[in-house]
């Protein structure tokens, strides 16, 4: 095998088998950043080893075997550095703790090392930056440089931000287990915002040159079937993976030849992925049978997103009921973004009056202002009642407050037709 052949399938299996290789680690040492520079060192020897003797035959399994032997060395050399300033005047055999079997403890499968690790990466100590950033570095396996080109900042800044991460989960002593009881909903409830925040900004990017990145919705949707696997009693869980594998199956029809938007009414519903809108489906029928009569906010926005799913076309798109949908959705989590996107329902279903009323209604949201999607809402509704000049200005609002170039250019666009129309 050629060292560029090596080096790929090093990089293959890196992508497949690090969060794995570090969850493993992390049990052992209770420090994440520890147990990263363990699974690096491997990765380094993996480097430096595969292209001269061959690419082994169980390549996960010589990775780990590797990180073992270098855990073992540091934790024998640490415990013996403790034992000698510890043991003066004391007789080793008798009185001195025994050496723990690192062997045994890598080994031990009792728990869910991943789940551990996706929990200690989401902790509430972290600011929410932090976590997306360390979510994607230990489970994502993502590169630094990979993050920040995602959410375009410098590489230094995003590397700083890691390791500030690391050293505050150290500093902290936040312990590297699955909480329970009563904070185990409140960390889930961080561990899911992580995750779609994460898939969001893959479906519909904040800013830059591309209207949307793929690679962070699969990575999304890899972190949130691990969490359906390890954690199936979760209604909540099984409600956040339904919505992203739905909204996962418009990606391909979301954009055109040239990388332009196309809105979800105009898109070629033949292009969506019928594979990932069955198994979407499948997990809102999972997470509404666990949920009962008390469905949560992403059981709820999976609904919705199965309203679409379901629709042949989208005159099909049932309307009322999506209405009805963001109005229990708007009870649940008190969200001005909900009730605009409940207004655009009611557009649909009852006239672009009705849902220009309500629009109108949220103009002195403080959470709004400068929020993009408002005047663009507006704008549309605006167009459709044919007050053109007014629309133009909706819209030149929103090419002002939106930082995507592709949607800076669409809504400069639909300006300019309005412009025209007027």
Request: aromatic fraction near 4%.
């Amino acid at each position: 095998m050629s060292g560029s052949d090596a080096h790929r399938t090093i990089e293959t299996v890196w992508r497949m088998e690090a969060p794995r290789l570090i969850a493993g680690l992390a049990r052992l040492t209770r420090d994440v950043g520890r147990a990263e520079e363990l699974a690096q060192d491997a990765l380094v020897a993996a480097l430096k080893q595969w292209p001269q003797e061959g690419v082994p035959r169980n390549p996960a399994a010589w990775l780990m075997q590797v990180a073992k032997h270098r855990a073992l060395d540091t934790a024998r050399h640490e415990i013996m550095a403790r034992r000698k300033q510890d043991e003066i005047g004391r007789d080793i055999d008798s009185e001195g703790p025994a050496m723990p079997d690192i062997d045994e403890a890598l080994d031990d499968e009792v728990g869910d090392d991943l789940l551990r690790l996706i929990f200690t990466a989401c902790h509430p100590v972290l600011p929410k930056e932090a976590r997306i950033a360390l979510t994607l570095r230990l489970l994502g396996g993502l590169t630094t440089d990979e993050i920040a080109r995602a959410f375009l900042v410098p590489e230094p800044t995003m590397a700083q931000r890691i390791v500030r991460a690391k050293k505050t989960l150290s500093d902290a002593k936040v312990p590297y287990e699955v909480p329970a009881g009563a904070e185990l909903g409140e960390r889930l409830a961080s561990v899911l915002e992580v995750v779609y925040l994460i898939f969001n900004e893959g479906y519909s990017a904040t800013a830059g040159e591309d209207w949307a990145r793929p690679g962070l919705c699969e990575e999304a949707l890899r972190l949130g079937r691990i969490l359906a696997a390890r954690a199936p009693d979760e209604p909540e869980v099984h409600g956040l993976v339904a919505l992203m594998e739905l909204q996962a199956s418009r990606l391909r029809a979301r954009v055109g030849a040239d990388g332009e938007p196309i809105l979800l009414l105009d898109q070629n519903r033949a292009r969506w992925d019928h594979l990932l809108i069955r198994r979407g489906l499948a997990a809102l029928e999972q997470a509404q049978r666990l949920a009962g009569v008390a469905p949560g906010p992403y059981l709820l926005q999976a609904a919705l997103a199965a309203c679409h799913a379901r629709a042949r076309t989208a005159d099909e798109t049932d309307w009322k009921r999506i209405v009805a949908l963001y109005t229990v959705l708007g009870r649940v989590t008190s969200s001005p973004v909900v009730e605009l996107n409940r207004a655009v329902a009611v557009s649909m279903a009852e006239g672009p009056e009705a849902g220009l009323a309500l629009v109108e209604a949220l103009a002195s949201e403080p959470a709004l202002k400068r929020y993009h999607l408002l005047p663009g809402v507006r704008g549309d509704l605006l167009a459709k009642l044919g007050r053109h000049r007014e629309a133009a200005e909706a819209f030149e609002n929103a090419v002002a407050l939106t930082q995507n170039a592709r949607e800076r250019t669409l809504m400069q666009e639909r300006a300019a037709k309005e412009r025209a129309a007027g």
